[in-house]
Nanobody, 115 residues
Framework: QVFLAESGGGLVQPGGSLRLSCTAS????????MGWYWQAPGKERELVAQ???????NYADSVKGRFTISRDNAKNTLYLQMNSLKPEDAGVYYCYIYMNWQNYWGQGTQVTVSS
């Protein structure tokens, strides 16, 4: 069984920062590809960033230069540092881990960007 625990969402003003975290637990969760999706109201879920077991990263064009994905393999924890946040970044952010030829998802954490 795989479980992903997400935290770090909240309310932030435009231009502010948040750091999301996601800790994976269960059998054989180490050294697996992980990443973040987000879903805005009325929109489908979209990939934000992903990272391989050796640290290679990929970002959506809309967040390049503002967001940074990282991982701590010893803690089985994934991070997303979000800087220069815009109102259009708001939505629910979902952590995933790819293993057993499928994605396992966290419950999501809400990010609100508003003055």
């Amino acid at each position: 069984q795989v479980f992903l625990a997400e935290s770090g969402g909240g309310l932030v003003q435009p231009g502010g920062s948040l750091r999301l975290s996601c800790t994976a637990s269960g059998s054989s969760v180490r050294y697996k590809p992980m990443g973040w999706y987000w879903q805005a109201p009325g929109k489908e879920r979209e990939l934000v960033a992903q990272i391989t077991s050796d640290g290679s990263t990929n970002y959506a064009d809309s967040v390049k230069g503002r967001f940074t994905i990282s991982r701590d393999n010893a803690k089985n924890t994934l991070y997303l540092q979000m800087n220069s946040l815009k109102p259009e970044d708001a939505g629910v952010y979902y952590c995933y881990i790819y293993m057993n030829w499928q994605n396992y998802w966290g419950q999501g954490t809400q990010v609100t960007v508003s003055s």
